[in-house]
Every structure is written in structure tokens, then in C-alpha cells.
């Protein structure tokens, strides 16, 4: 594939790359869909397929283009698709969300899920420091994904725990993906047919992603970073920010904060950490100042949170403000 890509007219190249954004979206639609009706026919309790299979199919398009890069050897771009994604699914789906219509954000949020993706992202800056993986260098090794991947099982384990409990006493919990009301009952055969064709769609759209998105850096000069922190990680989290948008203009945007956050910690310690136990993870400068960024975006948001138990549109207009200023600092570095 790279091999087509790299030889294939410049213009064709940007038909590969929102061909390989469409192939990772409706990939894992296919494969969340596929997968939920097998574990109901199991009886799997829904608001545990919401938690597990729901909740990381939205992350699944991230995971595929930081694996591929991590394997193809495209470091940069394994790094920046995951913080880009995080960062703009805070500043931006969260900030169109505000502005469009108040977000009320729930006590959970404040008080778990926000300090919980702080912790994470303060985390992963920590272990691309410290090298851990990799005593030679700043490097997410082997072992720093093992970390990630154990710590993404335990949170896991934890908000499932809470959604029973909290399902036994009758209350509603506030959990990211933990939505399941559109858990449809399919055919065995059609549910195979969705979990295989939904996850070769994502292998290739990830590949096609990695491949094409390397090309457009190589030809226009730009950084892999770069090309990771833009085109890449929007065109992944373009589902989240059409999602908020339609619920915005249903005035049913409570839980977009929380989805986010609950994105976020998601990206993190599943995408980053499958991505370096497959393959160690070179890190640079630039990501280091991303992921600093991205920590204190999080911080203003748990602040424009935690003052009035809502963000409303002054806030949300500071945030894009923000992520305005943040994508002029990464095209110009």
C-alpha cells in the first residue's frame, strides 16, 4: 500500500486519505454494531457492552492510525494523532458544543472523570520523559504500554463496578460511551459479517491514513507532527464533533463534556499504550509541548467547569479561541 501511495499522482493522495477517514468511521460503526449484538445474545448486561465495546469503538479510528504509524515507523504521527485528537475533542467539540448551547456538566465530571484524564495525560508525559521502556532515550517502550494497557483495564474494571452499583440502587451514572439504547439485535451471520468486514475496513483505513497522510508531509514539507496534530487527528475525530453538533441543536449536550473526557482517557492509555507494546515509540520535543498543552487546556476547562457547574458560550467561544491560537503556534514551529 505504501509502496501505490508513494508512486500514485499528489492529487489522488487526498482521495486516499478521506477514503482511509471513511473506511476507520464506518469500520467501526460496522464492528461496534456487529460486536454489541453478539455480547447481548450472550447477555451481557447492555451498560457493560455500552462501557467496553461501544465505548472504545469511538476510539478504534485513533487506534488504527497510531498502530500503523507505530509499525511503519512513523513515530510522529503516532504520538500527535492521539494528543491532537484529545485537544481538539476538548477545545473544539466541547467549545462548538458551548457556543451553540450551555453545557451543563455533571458532578462526576468535575470531581472523577476531568482529575482522571489530568492524571493520564500528566502520565504519559511522565513515562515519554522518564524512558522507562527505553532507558536510551525519551521513548514509550514495551513496557510503558504494558502500564498504559493495565491502568486502561483497571479504569475500566472501576466504571463498570460504578454502573452496577449504581444500577442496582436505581441511579444514573455518568460514564463516557455508557449509552444503550441503540444496542440492536442482528443475525449471527450478519454480526460476523460486521465484525470482520468492520475490523479489515479499519486495519485499512489506518493504513491508508498513515501512508497517505506521510506522502502529503514528504510533499508539502511539513512535520509528521504537524500533519498528526491537523489533518489526521480532526479527520478522526470528525464523528465526535458531527455527534455534538446535532445534539447541540437538540439542546441534549449534557454529556458532551463528559464524552469527551472519557475520549480523552481512552486515547491515552488504550491507543498510546497498544500502539508502543506493539512498537516503541520515539518521542520528540514537540510532543512533550503538546502534551503540556494539552494538559493545561484541560485544566481551563475543569476551571470554566467547576465555577458555575456550566460552560456556557463565553466559555465555549475562549475555547475555540484557544484551539485557534494552538493550530496557528503548530503551523508556524
Not at 216 to 233: K, R
Not at 284 to 297: C, G, K, Q, Y
Amino acid at each position: 500500500m505504501e509502496h501505490f501511495i508513494n508512486n500514485a499522482p499528489f492529487a489522488l493522495v487526498f482521495v486516499f486519505l478521506v477514503l482511509g477517514f471513511a473506511l476507520l468511521v464506518k469500520g467501526a460503526d460496522y464492528f461496534v454494531e456487529g460486536s454489541s449484538s453478539v455480547a447481548k445474545r450472550l447477555h451481557v448486561p447492555s451498560i457493560i457492552i455500552g462501557l467496553t465495546i461501544v465505548a472504545m469503538g469511538t476510539s478504534l479510528p485513533e487506534t488504527a492510525v497510531s498502530v500503523s504509524a507505530s509499525i511503519s515507523g512513523n513515530n510522529e504521527l503516532a504520538v500527535s494523532n492521539a494528543v491532537g485528537s484529545n485537544i481538539f475533542n476538548l477545545m473544539v467539540v466541547i467549545g462548538v458544543c458551548a457556543f451553540m448551547s450551555s453545557i451543563n456538566v455533571k458532578k462526576e465530571t468535575i470531581v472523577r472523570d476531568i482529575p482522571i484524564s489530568l492524571a493520564c495525560a500528566a502520565l504519559l508525559l511522565g513515562l515519554s520523559v522518564l524512558g522507562i521502556g527505553d532507558k536510551s532515550g525519551m521513548t514509550l517502550g514495551h513496557i510503558d504500554g504494558i502500564i498504559l494497557i493495565c491502568l486502561f483495564a483497571v479504569y475500566i474494571i472501576y466504571m463498570v463496578m460504578l454502573a452496577l452499583k449504581a444500577s442496582r440502587e436505581g441511579r444514573e451514572v455518568i460514564v463516557e460511551g455508557g449509552s444503550d439504547e441503540d444496542i440492536k439485535l442482528i443475525s449471527v451471520p450478519k454480526s460476523v459479517l460486521f465484525i470482520v468486514g468492520g475490523a479489515i475496513a479499519i486495519a485499512l483505513g489506518g493504513d491508508l491514513t498513515v501512508d497517505s497522510a506521510s506522502r502529503i508531509a514528504s510533499e508539502l514539507g511539513m512535520s509528521q507532527t504537524l500533519i498528526g496534530l491537523t489533518i489526521v487527528s480532526i479527520g478522526t475525530s470528525l464523528p465526535e464533533l458531527v455527534t455534538s453538533i446535532v445534539a447541540a441543536r437538540k439542546n441534549e449536550v449534557d454529556m458532551a463534556l463528559g464524552n469527551a473526557v472519557g475520549s480523552n482517557i481512552f486515547n491515552i492509555l488504550m491507543v498510546l499504550g497498544i500502539a508502543s507494546a506493539i512498537s516503541p515509540i520515539s518521542i520528540i520535543t514537540n510532543n512533550l509541548i503538546d502534551l503540556a498543552i494539552l494538559i493545561v487546556f484541560s485544566i481551563c476547562v475543569w476551571i470554566f467547569s467547576a465555577t458555575k457547574k456550566k460552560i456556557g458560550k463565553a466559555e465555549g467561544l475562549c475555547m475555540l479561541a484557544l484551539y485557534a491560537v494552538f493550530a496557528v503556534y503548530i503551523i508556524i514551529r
